[in-house]
């Protein structure tokens, strides 16, 4: 437990920075969190009888592989920012979801081919090359939260839910003249009256809508205690058979409420500078 808070201290982004400033830096941000976390989660989840030093070497090389594809999944992006061309984006969200399923496979101390997931809103969709049933759906319910939360306070944006693979609401009111958009966990909602700058104000939020999935490397983290779990007790494996508990999401949550502790400002914090960065800039 000692090692996961040290982990969790030291990758949480919540010191302030000069943020990312050309992709050399961004790749390199991306790759240390990946290779940092697959390499310590290795050896938290390693067995008995395994090498810890190997396990790290591996866990730290799979995941800084991991961390490559993430940061590429997010410059994909930002050509959607640049051309508006919705062609971008599935093959962004892919990208991201593989990079983040390979770190999450080093954290687990698994080869990175052996588990792969997706996530459409509260939907989780997983592949498990060892599982007799490779394909599992199950809902998470902090993600189902925000996804209700779109409804109540928006209308549903069909189009644009299907063409970027997240749920993406308008907005019933503009609230203020400075509200633009704004995530709700991992569903976006935007203002009715950027409609003309869309393609950027969408490309921050789908940043956000990423770093909130890179914290579910987190859960692997404890992958051994969960399959503990799951083996033990009855009533957790008829729970895990149906909800994907993203817990993580406190992880996420802290990287704001720690900056703003420290007296950061919102504009300048770590999250916002990096969703800055892959808007496209005359």
Not at 23 to 31: F, I, L, M, W
Not at 179 to 200: C, D, F, G, H
């Amino acid at each position: 437990m000692k090692k996961i808070v040290l982990l969790l201290f030291f990758c949480n982004p919540f010191i302030n920075s000069n943020g990312q400033q050309n992709d050399s830096q961004a790749a390199v941000y991306n790759v240390v969190i990946g290779s940092v976390i697959g390499g310590i989660g290795s050896i938290i989840n390693k067995k008995k009888d395994e090498n810890a030093l190997e396990r790290f070497a591996k866990g730290s090389v799979q995941g800084a592989l991991g961390g490559y594809v993430v940061f590429e999944s997010k410059r994909i992006l930002r050509s959607y920012s640049k051309t508006n061309s919705v062609g971008y984006i599935w093959p962004s969200k892919i990208l991201n979801s593989a990079g983040n399923s390979m770190i999450q496979n080093a954290a687990a101390n698994r080869n990175f081919w052996e588990k792969w997931s997706i996530n459409i809103g509260f939907n989780h969709i997983e592949y498990d090359y060892k599982k007799e049933k490779k394909i599992s759906y199950r809902i998470m319910p902090i993600a189902l939260i925000g996804t209700v939360d779109g409804f109540i306070n928006g209308n549903i944006d069909i189009n644009r839910t299907l063409t970027h693979g997240q749920f993406i609401f308008k907005s019933k009111s503009n609230i203020n003249n400075n509200y633009k958009a704004s995530t709700l966990i991992n569903a976006v909602s935007y203002s009715p009256m950027q409609e003309n700058e869309l393609n950027n104000i969408l490309t921050h939020e789908i940043i956000h809508v990423y770093q909130y999935e890179g914290t579910f490397i987190f859960k692997s983290l404890l992958n051994k205690k969960e399959i503990y779990w799951s083996e033990t007790s009855k009533l957790y494996r008829k729970y895990e058979g149906i909800f994907y508990f993203d817990y993580n999401y406190l992880v996420h949550a802290s990287t704001v409420g720690v900056q703003n502790l420290f007296g950061i400002p919102l504009h300048n914090q770590i999250q916002e500078r990096e969703a800055s960065y892959y808007e496209f800039k005359n």
